[in-house]
Nanobody
Framework: QVRLVESGGGLVQAGGSLRLSCAAS????????MGWFRQAPGKEREFVAA????????IHADSVKGRFTISRDNAKNTLYLRMGSLEPEDTAVYYC???????????????????WGQGTQVTVSL
């Protein structure tokens, strides 16, 4: 089973940028579709973005479309989330996750991801 460790979170001012990384180890990273989710205090975990095995198909939540970009480097066993034009509403713990089945509509559902990282905090200040 793949193991996931996120990094790159921190405190940033509104309008700023961050790049999150998710390092994978164990079972072949390239055999998983991958996703990013986030959870703000008092709110449910929500879908942010997902990417297929080869990295040539992505989907982003409407709330981040045009500001965030998911990507992957299978040679480096790493998933990325580049975040720009950050807003205070983006403040949350961000999680990467490995999808359990093939690419399809289920990639937006956290229930379809059996493997999760520990999360990294992103805080956006005014």
């Amino acid at each position: 089973q793949v193991r996931l460790v996120e990094s790159g979170g921190g405190l940033v001012q509104a309008g700023g940028s961050l790049r999150l990384s998710c390092a994978a180890s164990g079972r072949a990273f390239s055999s998983y579709a991958m996703g990013w989710f986030r959870q703000a205090p008092g709110k449910e975990r929500e879908f942010v973005a997902a990417i297929n095995l080869r990295g040539d198909n992505t989907i982003h939540a409407d709330s981040v479309k045009g500001r965030f970009t998911i990507s992957r480097d299978n040679a480096k066993n790493t998933l990325y989330l580049r975040m720009g034009s950050l807003e205070p509403e983006d403040t949350a713990v961000y999680y990467c996750a490995a999808h359990g089945t093939g690419w399809g509509p289920s990639v937006v559902s956290s229930d379809e991801y059996p493997v999760w990282g520990q999360g990294t905090q992103v805080t956006v200040s005014l």
